[in-house]
């Protein structure tokens, strides 16, 4: 009897994108971050962007005080809109934040 591998077709990524995110600072990362995150409330994909929240959860630095701690506070709310199916309040919040974020970082 012969076994059957299934494979799951691989979705084709964007070559410019693959290459802006290969080449991203850190402090770009982020900004591509915010942008996929609002991307995904778009498309109500809530799993992608809970992901995408997560992923920036994971990247504060708590030894930094209370900095890291007020936006582990927003993402968390930002989350729970998300879960919540508040979207567009999630938008606004992510739009917020990465307005702020590329300012301070002087990313154009």
Same mark, same amino acid.
């Given at each position: 009897?012969?076994?059957?591998?299934?494979?799951?077709?691989?979705?084709?990524?964007?070559?410019?994108?693959?290459?802006?995110?290969?080449?991203?600072?850190?402090?770009?990362?982020?900004?591509?971050?915010?942008?996929?995150?609002?991307?995904?409330?778009?498309?109500?994909? %809530?799993?992608? $962007?809970?992901?995408?929240?997560? +992923? #920036?959860?994971?990247?504060?630095?708590?030894?930094?005080?209370? &900095?890291?701690?007020?936006?582990?506070?927003?993402?968390?709310?930002?989350?729970?809109?998300?879960?919540?199916?508040? %979207?567009?309040? $999630?938008?606004?919040?992510?739009? +917020? #934040?990465?307005?702020?974020?590329?300012?301070?970082?002087?990313? &154009?």
């Amino acid at each position: 009897m012969q076994t059957q591998t299934y494979t799951t077709p691989k979705k084709s990524v964007d070559p410019y994108l693959k290459q802006k995110i290969l080449s991203a600072t850190p402090e770009q990362l982020t900004s591509i971050a915010f942008d996929i995150a609002i991307s995904a409330c778009h498309m109500n994909d %809530t799993g992608k $962007a809970n992901r995408v929240i997560s +992923e #920036l959860i994971s990247t504060l630095d708590f030894e930094q005080g209370d &900095v890291a701690l007020r936006f582990f506070e927003i993402y968390r709310y930002v989350r729970q809109c998300v879960y919540r199916g508040q %979207t567009d309040t $999630a938008i606004e919040l992510l739009k +917020e #934040l990465r307005e702020a974020w590329n300012k301070a970082m002087n990313i &154009v």
